[in-house]
C-alpha cells in the first residue's frame, strides 16, 4: 500500500537558519504531494503541494520538488523564524477508487531566537 | 466564507456512552474523512467517504461509526467499544482524485 516517511525529529533550530526535512513515498501511478503545517491546539493547513514529477511546490518561503526518480519531497527553507515553529506533515493521494490521503508521522520543529 | 467546521472544539464523555462529533463543509466537496491524532504517532485514517451514502473503513475504524446521508455532513460517533477515545479529531474534506484536504480545526475528546 501507499506509505510516506518523514526524518525522525524534533528539530530545533536558531532564528535565520536553514531547513530541509526529509520525506519519501511509496506509491503505485502518479500520487500527488503536500505538505501540511499544524500549530498547537489547531487543524491543519496546506502549505505547498506539487502534482506531477519535476513540480516545485513553494509557499512563504518554504519549497519542495517532486522528485520521481528518488521518490522523495523534501521540504526547504532558506532562513527559518521563530513563527515557523509548528508541526510538518507529508501527505500523498493519487487516483483511483477509494483513493485516500497518506501522511507521515510528522516532525516538530521548534526555531529558537 | 467556505470552510469546514467541527463541533464541539471540547468534548468530555464518561465511559460507557457514546458521543458523537460534528463535521460540516460548504465547500461543495465529495469526498471527506476523519483522523486521529494521538501525540507522537501522527494522523490515523479512522473513515472517509468519497460519495454521499457510501463509507470505507480506514486503519483504525474499531470502536468508530460514521453516516453520510448527506453531501456536506459526515458526523463520527464514538462508541463505548472503543477502550481509548481519548485523542484529538480532525475532520478533513477533498474534492478527490489527486486534490488537497481541508481541515477542520478539530475537537479534544477527553474521557473522564
Known amino acids: 500500500g501507499d506509505s510516506v516517511t518523514q526524518m525522525e525529529g524534533p528539530v530545533t533550530l536558531s532564528e535565520e537558519a536553514c531547513l530541509t526535512i526529509n520525506c519519501t513515498y511509496t506509491a503505485t501511478g502518479y500520487p500527488s504531494l503536500f505538505w501540511y503545517v499544524q500549530y498547537p491546539g489547531e487543524g491543519l493547513q496546506l502549505l505547498l503541494k506539487a502534482t506531477k514529477a519535476d513540480d516545485k511546490g513553494s509557499n512563504k518561503g518554504f519549497e519542495a520538488t517532486y522528485r520521481k526518480e528518488t521518490t522523495s519531497f523534501h521540504l526547504e527553507k532558506g532562513s527559518v523564524q521563530v513563527s515557523d515553529s509548528a508541526v510538518y506533515f507529508c501527505?500523498?493521494?493519487?487516483?483511483?477508487?477509494?483513493?485516500?490521503?497518506?501522511f507521515g508521522k510528522g516532525i516538530t520543529l521548534s526555531v529558537r531566537p | 466564507d467556505g470552510g469546514i467546521t467541527q463541533s464541539p472544539k471540547y468534548l468530555f464523555r464518561k465511559e460507557g456512552q457514546n458521543v458523537t462529533l460534528s463535521c460540516e463543509q460548504n465547500?461543495?466537496?465529495?469526498?471527506m474523512y476523519w483522523y486521529r491524532q494521538d501525540p507522537g504517532q501522527g494522523l490515523r485514517l479512522i473513515y472517509y467517504s468519497q460519495i454521499v451514502n457510501d463509507f470505507q473503513k480506514g486503519d483504525i475504524a474499531e470502536g468508530y461509526s460514521v453516516s453520510r446521508e448527506k453531501k456536506e455532513s459526515f458526523p463520527l460517533t464514538v462508541t463505548s467499544a472503543q477502550k481509548n477515545p481519548t485523542a484529538f479529531y480532525l475532520c478533513?474534506?477533498?474534492?478527490?482524485?489527486?486534490?488537497?484536504?481541508?481541515f477542520g480545526q478539530g475537537t479534544r475528546l477527553t474521557v473522564v
Open positions: 501527505a500523498l493521494t493519487r487516483t483511483g477508487a477509494n483513493s485516500k490521503l497518506t
Open positions: 478533513a474534506s477533498s474534492i478527490g482524485d489527486r486534490a488537497e484536504a481541508f
Open positions: 465547500l461543495n466537496h465529495d469526498a
